[in-house]
């Protein structure tokens, strides 16, 4: 029993960590596991599960792994063939056919494709390539129903191929983490109150929102802010930091390999994006039953927080909004209904069993 999860890296976004998780629980369970990466890269390559083999294709694009992705697959016949990230998908969908190969294709759609902004060459030629390749693969995973719905408004034909299934998000590993030292200062006992939001650092993420709602926190109470992440829009956002006279309150520490040290320490987590697939983060937060405020963006969080029950709502861009949601949860206990619900929905070992079950490997 093999399976062989494909991404074009092992760069440290929320698709790609869910795939590591993913592949850990299938290992555990006996099944051998191939990680194949346009490119071994990427700060989630130390935590790459022991067991797993990484089969780099060494390929500057993913256009060009598409040679070495068919030659995987002829080689080692895989069960089934995983794939996340849309250029990824694309990828796997038209060279699982083209190599006739009979691993179960199955793509992940990770974002919601109508609403994702179409910002360079590369991603409006991919969203163009999804309703003609998609309908190649076997089976799509959508990791929320607003992405289930986005898909097949976009080609209504992939319609009985695709299947809401829940992210293995989080594990024992993951709770496990959340007890180790952050080794930030901010986050010592007696220090001010810290809200916390983790992400790429990128323009849809809406962290210049989160800036000025937390600018207007700061007027009313002492509280500080850690953005974890890293991202091309770094310089912009300490721009922004400094022109709203933030430096000594706001800090963006960088990548971090153990957010969820951080998440299970942080007095609140926000969520600002203005679109989201499933934002897996969010649903760590609340893992750690840290009380949490979202943007009610396209699509996940309010599927995560059940249209509000277990987190604050507020409106895209809403900075008034957000800062008095902000204000308000600083002064929340822990949310321990809100963190069954999720150990209960987005648990490691039910949604992988899922996963399996779909590849043709759920006995």
């Not at 299947?163 to 901010?186: I, N």
Request: overall charge positive.
């Amino acid at each position: 029993m093999k399976l062989a999860l494909f991404m074009p890296s092992l760069h440290g976004g929320g698709a790609e960590r869910a795939m590591v998780t993913f592949a850990r629980e299938a290992l555990s369970r006996g099944v051998s596991v191939d990680m194949v990466v346009a490119r071994a890269v990427g700060a989630l390559m130390p935590i790459l599960p022991d067991g797993v083999r990484l089969v780099d294709l060494q390929a500057p694009r993913m256009l060009a792994a598409a040679v070495g992705l068919g030659r995987y697959l002829r080689r080692e016949r895989p069960q089934a063939l995983f794939s996340t990230i849309t250029h990824a998908n694309i990828t796997a969908a038209v060279v699982g056919r083209a190599a006739r190969s009979r691993a179960r294709i199955i793509l992940r759609q990770s974002n919601a494709p109508i609403s994702e902004e179409q910002d360079s060459w590369s991603k409006r030629v991919a969203h163009r390539l999804i309703p003609p390749t998609y309908r190649l693969a076997d089976r799509i995973i959508a990791v929320s129903r607003g992405v289930a719905e986005e898909l097949t408004e976009m080609e209504p034909r992939l319609q009985p191929k695709v299947q809401v299934v829940p992210t293995p998000v989080l594990s024992p590993e993951v709770l496990a983490q959340g007890e180790a030292d952050p080794e930030h200062s901010w986050l010592a006992p007696g220090e001010p109150p810290v809200v916390l939001a983790a992400g790429r650092l990128m323009r849809h993420k809406g962290f210049d929102t989160l800036l000025e709602a937390f600018a207007l926190v700061r007027r009313c109470r002492p509280a500080r802010l850690l953005i974890i992440g890293e991202g091309a829009y770094r310089s912009e956002l300490e721009k922004k930091v400094d022109s709203l006279g933030l430096r000594r309150h706001v800090d963006l520490p960088g990548f971090q390999r153990n957010p969820f040290a951080f998440m299970s320490r942080a007095r609140c987590f926000v969520l600002s994006s203005e679109y989201e697939g499933l934002p897996n983060v969010l649903i760590q937060a609340l893992g750690f039953g840290t009380p949490v405020v979202s943007t009610d963006c396209k699509s996940g969080p309010s599927e995560i927080l059940e249209r509000g029950r277990f987190g604050t709502l507020v409106p895209v861009g809403g900075v008034f909004e957000m800062a008095q949601a902000i204000h308000d949860s600083l002064d929340q206990p822990r949310q321990l209904e809100a963190q069954r619900s999720v150990l209960d929905r987005f648990g490691v070992a039910q949604a992988s069993s899922e996963y399996l079950a779909i590849a043709g490997l759920g006995a």
